[in-house]
């Protein structure tokens, strides 16, 4: 579970990272701005929902099954490159977002599915 937390850690630092970058006006090439920040995403959420989930059922063994996981990036793949751009000038669909989003979110399937491996046979679950 420890890779899991490093990942999402990792993407949540710099991500903000990314953001103060932004505020202070570097110059970032436009893969970062454009492409990371959407792979750093799906592990962030993913990462709060998995806490709260956790912290709600009061169990710390509890995983997010895949279905949540491709739900939820179904949605922000939706929302922000389909739905956003039809209404605001600001968005634009970028289909090489929705591989960052779904990549990224199959990465946090595998790392957290590293740890469960081991505790199956234990009868843990995921919601």
């Known amino acids: ?23 202070i006006r570097l110059d970032l090439p ?12 799906m592990p962030v959420v993913l990462g709060i929902c ?4 956790q912290w709600l059922k009061q169990d710390y063994n509890l995983k997010l099954g895949i279905s949540p996981i491709l739900v939820l990036t179904v949605f922000y793949s939706w929302y922000f490159e389909f739905f956003l751009p039809e209404i605001m000038n600001r968005y634009t669909a970028d289909y090489i ?16 599915h590293i740890h469960l491996g081991n505790k199956k046979a234990a009868g843990e679950g995921s919601f």
């Open 97 to 112: 977002d929705v591989l960052m989003y779904f990549s990224s979110a199959l990465s946090f399937y595998f790392f957290q």
């Open 1 to 23: 579970m420890k890779l899991l937390w490093l990942f999402c850690l990792t993407c949540s630092i710099l991500f903000l990272n990314i953001e103060a970058a932004i505020i």
């Open 50 to 53: 998995l806490i709260t989930v």
């Open 30 to 41: 436009n893969w970062i701005l454009y492409h990371l920040k959407d792979f750093l995403c």
